[in-house]
Nanobody, 115 residues
Framework: QAQMVESGGGLVQAGGSLSISCRTS???????????HNWYRQTPGNERELVAT???????TYGDSVKDRFTISKDTARKTVFLQMNSLKPEDTGVYYC??????WGQGIQVTVSS
C-alpha cells in the first residue's frame, strides 16, 4: 500500500510563497507515473476541496481560488509531487493533503498565512 508523506508547510505572511511536497513510497515507479496526483486542502469551517491535479501526461488543472497562483508538478524519479504556492492569502490557511489516484492520502500538513 502506498505511503505518502507531506513536508514543507509552515507559517508565511500574506503575499509570500511556500512550497510543499509529497513523497510517495511503497509503490513502483510505473504506478506513480501512471497515476493522477491531487492536492486537496481543508480550510477552517469548510469541506475538503480539490486544489490542483496533475495527470500522467502532465496536464494540470486548478481550483478557481488558486488558479494563476499555485503550480503543481511532479518528479517521477523521486516519486514526489510538489505544490508551489505564490501570492498567498490568509484564506489559503488550512491543512493540505496529497492524494494518489483518488485512493491514497497523506497525513496532511499545515499551511498558515498571516495577514
Amino acid at each position: 500500500q502506498a505511503q505518502m508523506v507531506e513536508s514543507g508547510g509552515g507559517l508565511v505572511q500574506a503575499g509570500g510563497s511556500l512550497s510543499i511536497s509529497c513523497r510517495t513510497s511503497r509503490i513502483i515507479t510505473s504506478t506513480f507515473s501512471g497515476s493522477t496526483h491531487n492536492w486537496y486542502r481543508q480550510t477552517p469551517g469548510n469541506e475538503r476541496e480539490l486544489v490542483a491535479t496533475i495527470t500522467p501526461l502532465g496536464t494540470t488543472t486548478y481550483g478557481d481560488s488558486v488558479k494563476d497562483r499555485f503550480t503543481i508538478s511532479k518528479d517521477t524519479a523521486r516519486k514526489t509531487v510538489f505544490l508551489q504556492m505564490n501570492s498567498l492569502k490568509p484564506e489559503d490557511t488550512g491543512v493540505y493533503y496529497c492524494n494518489l489516484a483518488s485512493q491514497y492520502w497523506g497525513q496532511g500538513i499545515q499551511v498558515t498565512v498571516s495577514s
